[in-house]
């Protein structure tokens, strides 16, 4: 019912950028909350940053100053802008939905790599 597009992700150089966009389409009623985890080899998958409803943001302290996640409500898009990559930042990154209602529903993205390497 719900799809998550995610494009943006590739291989960067550190000290790059890449900008990850999240699409949603289907039957989509009263966004909770739109966010970006990762999951790099070998790690539990983390939380990168999150956006509610009301445009509150939260981010992982190690990417804070260097990330910024935005939407645009009336496209039901949510940005991932990452800027000074590091080769921490290498995993896979998931876009998340999560609707409210009489039970919260978390939609996923199927991932996009990001690779940061010379």
């Known amino acids: 019912q719900v799809q998550l597009v995610e494009s943006g992700g590739g291989l960067v150089q550190p000290g790059g950028s890449l900008r990850l966009s999240c699409a949603a389409s289907g039957r989509i009623f009263s966004i909770d909350y739109m966010a970006w985890h990762r999951q790099a080899p070998g790690k539990q998958r983390e939380l990168v940053a999150l956006?509610?409803?009301?445009?509150?943001?939260t981010y992982v302290d190690s990417v804070k100053g260097r990330f910024t996640i935005s939407r645009d409500n009336a496209k039901n898009t949510v940005y991932l802008q990452m800027n000074s990559l590091k080769a921490d930042d290498t995993a896979v990154y998931y876009c998340?939905?999560?609707?409210?209602?009489?039970?919260?529903?978390?939609?996923w993205g199927q991932g996009t790599q990001v690779t940061v390497s010379s």
């Open positions: 956006i509610t409803n009301g445009g509150r943001t």
């Open positions: 998340a939905l999560a609707l409210g209602g009489s039970i919260m529903s978390v939609y």
